[in-house]
């Protein structure tokens, strides 16, 4: 039987609250996170997904072009084995997703096109089981055959604003 809880960020800690038949918990467990993520309160406010077993909760930080992946203990309700993923030089972060078991991590990223002035548009797979941080970001497969492009023209211009999210199958 695993718990429900409710996770709220605050101070560069994360709160989860039990949740029961009779309401929720007014004690938190409180995971702060380590100095080297150093998250301010601003920089979160994109999607912050947990994975369908409930075990990994991964958040953009758009802000600093990194990726933080965590392990979550739904038996305590703690937070902890802090993953952290930068991307390559010339790639913007867009936003990231996390497969059912949490053993794979989705993001979408754009690059400049080295010979036209056009963003190109990718969502890769990584495979969270590789080992270390580098052997994880090693692992990236772009997933789509072909990139989405955005620019301008003399006539107008085309953007892509892309969030992931899981589908049903």
Known sequence: ??????????????????????????????????AEIGVPDTVIKYNI???????KMVFPLID???IVVLDFNNLTGSFSDPLIITMSAGETLEDVELSPDGSKLYYGSWVMDP?????LHNVFQLDLEAGTGTQVRAS?????????????????????????QLGPD
């Open 115 to 119: 010979e036209t002035p056009v963003e």
């Open 64 to 66: 600093k072009n990194k």
């Open 1 to 34: 039987q695993k718990d429900v809880w409710i996770t709220a960020y605050k101070e560069n800690a994360f709160y989860s609250f039990l949740v029961t038949e009779t309401g929720v918990g007014t004690t938190p467990v409180v995971s702060p996170l380590p």
């Open 140 to 164: 990236a497969v772009m997933i789509n055959p072909f990139p989405d492009r955005a620019g301008c023209t003399p006539r107008s211009c085309f953007f892509v604003y892309r969030t992931l």
């Open 49 to 55: 997904k947990f994975s369908g077993n409930g075990e």
